[in-house]
């Protein structure tokens, strides 16, 4: 078998690889070594430049039809009784444009859908069940039961995921970081007009609820590390009362889960691999980094980077300028952009990794603060958003910290817009150009 572009691995990353490359008309063979559908919870949260990527490839309509617009995320901070302190929300229509909210799809749903778009393609061809073991010349080497064969390719892309054997095969080491928590993660029923995030914390407890379609609602509740096997052994009502402690609005749907089967253990890890890119090789989404899960954003940066990666092979094969060297756009776009989400997302998992009093009090100091002044607001969700970037400054750290005044006036749409990244930036070499 040959093709222009080998993928390793079909999760969402491999996905819209997959499918942007046979929209412009590159021979993709992609291998999934799973039959069946995943049986663990993963990333559900689509962001506004995922939402933008995904309208580019003609899915945007499909993906807002089956699933849960998000426009606010209310963040809550209760006291030891469980009363209300103080209540702030991450705002995402203060991004101007068209992608000025955030969507919860199921995940292998979101497969499904990017999957059917990629087999409408002669070109595309998908082998499921098949696990890419290692690379020979020129080839990968795959395994379908106790069959063995190879796929010859120019390009080799691994989107395998953690335990990705494409970076193995181009030698880039991962150091993983942990954190001192684990989370709880399941899905459960849930009222029909509870259709916002939240974010529900007192000083050494959190719970993260984000509405999915179907009047469903996927959970994750933070716990000690080592304390799920304990729970387990516990009656399920104690589950439920840990949820409904903090969250009244799930009181009579998640009692609808009957026993701890569902309810699963979320590791948070992070890394972020040296190097992306390897001679005609290059890995993509949870391949190359790992997120701490509390900013929503692992799913969105295999999203982006595929966009990306994508954008370029497709523009090399087009314009016939396939040197090796090329790829190396691909980790100049996209490691700079990696690296701040995983920042960002690392100091959102500090936060509330602390269980002291002094810690939630800076905490709830910090998100009035970014909810009051507008550019501290409109920096967090553009950060969030995947849109753009704009770091914090001294200033803004002084704001957060109640050393200076919040600023009163918004910034102009348009001075908001400048903000965003803009086609050059997203794919430089289509000026710069090729070799
Ligand atoms: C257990 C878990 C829970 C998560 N929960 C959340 C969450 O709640 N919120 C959030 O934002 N993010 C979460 N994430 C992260 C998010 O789901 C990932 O960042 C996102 O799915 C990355 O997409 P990907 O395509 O890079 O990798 P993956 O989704 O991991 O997909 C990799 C695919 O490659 C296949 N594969 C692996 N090895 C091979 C091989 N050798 N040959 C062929 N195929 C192979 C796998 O079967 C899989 O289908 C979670 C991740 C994990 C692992």
Not at 75 to 94: A, G, N, R, T, W
Not at 143 to 153: D, I, L, N, R, S
Not at 239 to 261: N, S
Not at 270 to 280: E, F, G, I, L, R
């Amino acid at each position: 078998m040959k093709a222009d572009v080998f993928i390793g691995g079909g999760g969402i990353g491999g996905l819209t690889l997959a499918l942007k490359l046979v929209q412009r008309g590159v021979n993709v063979v992609l291998a999934e070594r799973m039959v069946v559908k995943a049986p663990t919870y993963k990333g559900e949260l689509l962001q506004p430049k995922s939402m933008q990527i995904f309208d580019s490839l003609g899915l945007y309509e499909q993906i807002c039809n089956r699933s849960n617009e998000i426009k606010v995320l209310d963040m809550l901070e209760l006291s030891s009784s469980l009363q209300v302190k103080d209540q702030s929300f991450m705002d995402y229509s203060v991004l101007p444009g068209k992608y000025n909210a955030a969507y919860m799809m199921h995940h292998e749903e979101l497969k499904t859908v990017i999957l059917k778009a990629a087999c409408a393609f002669d070109n595309f061809h998908y082998l499921k069940g098949v696990a890419c073991k290692g690379y020979g010349d020129g080839t990968a080497l795959l395994q379908k039961g106790t069959e063995k064969f190879e796929v010859e390719a120019q390009f080799f892309f691994g989107a395998e995921g953690r335990s990705s054997v494409t970076r193995k095969a181009m030698e880039v080491e991962v150091k993983q970081t942990t954190y001192n928590h684990h989370f709880l993660t399941v899905t459960f029923p849930r009222a029909e007009d509870f259709t916002d995030g939240k974010i529900i914390s007192t000083y050494n407890r959190f719970l993260g609820l984000f509405p999915l379609p179907d009047d469903q609602v996927r959970s994750v509740y933070l716990i000690p590390p080592g304390d799920y096997k304990a729970l387990k052994e516990k009656p399920i009502s104690h589950f439920h009362k840990l949820y409904t402690d903090l969250a009244p609005v799930v009181d009579g749907y998640v009692q609808q889960l009957l026993d701890w089967k569902k309810i699963q253990l979320m590791i948070p890890v992070m890394y972020h691999a040296d190097s992306y890119v390897k001679d005609n090789k290059a890995i993509i989404g949870d391949a190359s980094h790992a997120v701490h899960p509390m900013a929503g954003e692992g799913m969105n940066m295999a999203i982006q980077d595929a966009d990306v990666l994508g954008e370029l092979t497709a523009d090399m094969f087009e314009r016939q300028q396939t040197d090796l060297t090329n790829l190396k756009w691909y980790e100049k776009v996209r490691y700079k952009r990696a690296d701040h989400v995983i920042q960002l997302s690392h100091l959102a998992a500090l936060a509330y990794s602390f269980p002291f009093k002094p810690v939630s009090y800076l905490r709830q100091r910090t998100f009035e603060r970014m909810e009051e002044d507008p550019i501290l607001h409109f920096k967090q969700m553009l950060n969030v958003s995947g849109l753009g970037m704009w770091k914090e400054n001294v200033r803004d750290r002084f704001i957060q910290g109640g050393i200076m005044p919040v600023r009163i006036k918004d910034l102009a749409k348009d001075t908001k817009e400048l903000r965003y990244y803009t086609p050059e930036e997203d794919y430089p070499w289509k000026t710069e150009g090729l070799i």
